[in-house]
C-alpha cells in the first residue's frame, strides 16, 4: 500500500480505529491506506467516500493486511461508508482476477462493481383510474369496450393501460374521466420486478431438445463450477432449452444473470420470459434511468432481484447469491469492451462462474472457435440442436454472383434479389435487406477534382448521411452540413457518393417498389432505442414490408412474416486483412439469413458476393459449418493464434506523429527476451489517427502457455516512461489483429 499522506497531506483530527486498503478509481496498482475513524464501522468490500487531493471519491475497502508501518496519525481519513452491503469476497477475488488478467488498475475494475448509492427524490405515485359507476350520456362502442373491460377486471387501471387493453385511443379514456364515469387515484409505485416462477408453465421441451435440456438442468442441480455450449442452428430452441436450465436454478433459489449482446433492443425476449415464468426479468444496460439502475442493483444486492437480462456490464453486478450465468450469442462482439477496462465479457464470465463455483452455459447458433475448441477438448460439454424447431426450415440459401448477374446501373440489388423481393411482396411477406453501413454512401467525392470529404481529426472518410443532410465521422461523430460546393475547387452539384449505405439501399427499394412500406433500421437514426423497440415491434407484426437494416436487425430477432433475407454485399468484412475476418463473416451472415422462415413458411437467404468460391461463401450455402469450423481451427492451430496461442495489442497515441511513434518504439526496445513471446511492430495502426491522436500499435504475440501478463509488465516498466500526451491502451485477446 502506498501511504496516503505522501499525496493528499495528512487530515486526522479524531482518534483512528484502523488503517485499511482502499481501492480508488485511479491509474494506480493497488489501493492507498486510509485512517478509519473512531464511530465508523467497515469491513472489506465496504463501499467508502474518501478523499483523493482535493476531490472525494468513491472506492472500495480492500483485502490485505493493514500496513502496521504507516503511521495512522499520518493518513488521511475515510469520509463516510455508504449503507449497503459490502462487496463479497467472491465479487473482490473476481475484480482481482480481472484487473491481474487485463492488466487494467484494480480501482478500475472495482468501479464497475460498485455504485454510489443515489439519494433520488421519492418516487411518485402513478396516477390510476377508479370506475366509479354509472354511464355516460353517449354509449360509442370505443366506450362500451373499456366499459365492459373496468367492469370484468377491477385491476387499478392507469390511463394509457385502460386504453391500450381495450385497444382504444386515450381520448376515449379521457372522455369517460371527464363524464365521471371514472376519477383518478394515485397508485403505489410498482416494485422493480415480480419474482420469476420456475413452474409457471410447463416446460414444453421435446425432441432433440430433451436430451440438451436435461443434460444442462444436471449440470445445475449438481452446483459447482461447469460449462456448457449449446450449438444449435437459429430457431431450433435454444431459449427454451436454456430456460429450463434458469428454471431449476431459480428452484435451488439461486440468482441468475442473462447475458444478451443487444438487450436494450430486445423487448421481445422479456416478453418471452415473461411468458415462461411469469414475470420479467430486470434488465441491465446503459439506456435505463438513473431511477430504475438504482432500484435493480438494490435489487440484485439484497437478492430482490432474481434474475437478471444485461449487457455485459451486468457481469459486474455484486448479486447477492448468484448460481447460474447464461451467456446467449456467445461469439458476438458486443461482449468485448474496449474502454478504460479491456475485457470480454465471455470469457470473464466464464471465470466468474469458476470463482463463485457455479454453472455457466455459453449459446450460440455459431460458437466462437474458442468455445468450439473448449468443447473439443473437454473443457466444455457441448449439446447440439441442429434442426430448427417444429416444421420450420432453414431458409434455402443462394450465392447470387454479381459478377455475372450485376445490378442496373447506379443500382446495387441484382435482378435476382429484386425479384425475390417482388415474390415475397406478392405474397404478403416480409424481406430484409442487410448491409453493414450505415449512412448514404462510405465515400463522397468531387467529380470534378477528386477531392474527397476525410475527417480532420481522424483517418476515415466522412460517410453522407442523407436523411439528416450531414456528412459524418464514425469514429469521433464529427459532423458538418453536405456541401453544396466542393471546398477544394469550388464546383457546385459535382459531389459524387460513391458506394452504398442503408439509406441509399432504401432510396433503390423506393425507386423499384413505390408501393411497399419500407423502413431502415441503423443506430443512428433518431428516435433513439424507444423507436426502435416500436419499429421492431411494427416488423414482427407485419406493419412492415420490407426492412433495410445494419447488423442492428440481425440479432435474435423474431419476425414472422420475413422470408426473404437479402444479403446486400457478403463481401465487406473479408477484405481487412483481419484473421478473424472469416469467422466473423460466417457468424454474421449465418444470423442475418436465419432471421428468415422461423415460423414454417418457406424462406429464402440470397447472398450478393463477388467471390463465390471463397470458403466462407461455400459454407454458408452448403450448410457445413462443421467442415468450415474445422479448417478455422486447424489454420488457427498451425499459425498459434488464439486460441492456440495468446495475443495481445498495445496501442501507443500521443498528439503528433512523432510522439506516439518513438514512445512505441522505446517499449519494443525494452521488450524482455523469453522464448515463445514475440513483438511485432510498431507499426501504424488499423486506425492511424483517432480525434487528432496519432497511434502505433505493437502486437505481442506467445505460445498458450507463455506469460503474457509478466511479460507486458515487464515491458511497460522497462519501457520509456508515459509522459506528455502519451497514453497506451492494452488490450489481451484483442478481437482483430
Ligand atoms: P433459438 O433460440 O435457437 O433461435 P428459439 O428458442 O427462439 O430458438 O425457438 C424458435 C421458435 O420455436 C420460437 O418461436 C419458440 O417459441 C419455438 N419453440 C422452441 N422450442 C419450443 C417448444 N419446446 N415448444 C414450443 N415452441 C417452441
Ligand atoms: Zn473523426
Known sequence: DTDSSDLFGPLLDKPVAAVVPVLVPLPVPGPYSYAVPEGLTVVPGSVV????????????????????????????????????????????????????????????????????????DPEPMVEGLRFVGGEPARLTPARTRVLDLAKEQEAPWTRSGLAHAAGVSLSVVDGLIKQGVFDTIFLPPP??????????????????????????????????????????????????????????????????????????????FLDRFEQRFGAKPAEWHSDLSPRIREKVWRGVVTGEVRVVAGARSALFLPFEDLGLIVIDEEHDPAYKQEDRVFYNARDMAVVRARIGDFPIVLVSATPSVESQVNGLSGRYTTVHLPTRFGDAALPDLHLVDMRRHPPERGGFLSPILLRGMKKALERGEQSLLFLNRRGYAPLTLCRVCGHRFQCPQCSSWLVEHRFRNQIQCHQCGYHEHTPEACPECGTFDHLVACGPGVERIAEEVEKHFPEARTIVMSSDLLGGVKRLRMELDAIAKGDVDIVIGTQLVAKGHNFPLMTLVGIVDADLGLSNGDPRAAERTFQLLSQVTGRAGRTGLKSHGLIQTFQPQHPVMQAIVSGDAGAFYEREIAEREKAILPPFGRLASLIVSADTRADAETHARGLRAAAPRVTGISVLGPAEAPLALVRGRHRFRLLVHGRRNSDMQAFLKAMMSAGPKVRGTVQIQLDIDPQSF
Open 49 to 120: 467516500q474518501v478523499p483523493v487531493g482535493p476531490r472525494q471519491m468513491i472506492g472500495v475497502v480492500w483485502d490485505g493486511a493493514d500496513d502496521s508501518t504507516l503511521d495512522p496519525k499520518k493518513l488521511r481519513p475515510i469520509t463516510l461508508a455508504f449503507d449497503c452491503p459490502p462487496l463479497s469476497k467472491e465479487m473482490r477475488d473476481f475484480v482481482d482476477w480481472v484487473s491481474a488478467y487485463t492488466l487494467s488498475p484494480p480501482g478500475f475494475v472495482a468501479r464497475m462493481a460498485i455504485r454510489a448509492p443515489a439519494a433520488l
Open 191 to 268: 416494485p422493480v420486478v415480480a419474482r420469476p416462477d420456475p413452474d409457471y408453465t410447463a416446460p414444453r421441451i421435446e425432441g432433440p431438445q430433451k436430451g440438451a435440456a436435461e443434460e444442462i438442468v444436471a449440470s445445475v442441480s449438481a452446483g459447482g463450477f461447469a460449462a456448457s455450449l449449446i450449438d444449435g442452428v437459429t430457431g431450433s430452441g435454444k431459449t427454451e432449452v436454456y430456460f429450463e436450465a434458469i428454471a431449476q436454478a431459480l428452484r435451488q433459489d439461486k440468482q441468475v444473470l442473462i447475458l444478451l449482446p443487444e438487450i436494450a433492443l430486445t423487448s421481445s
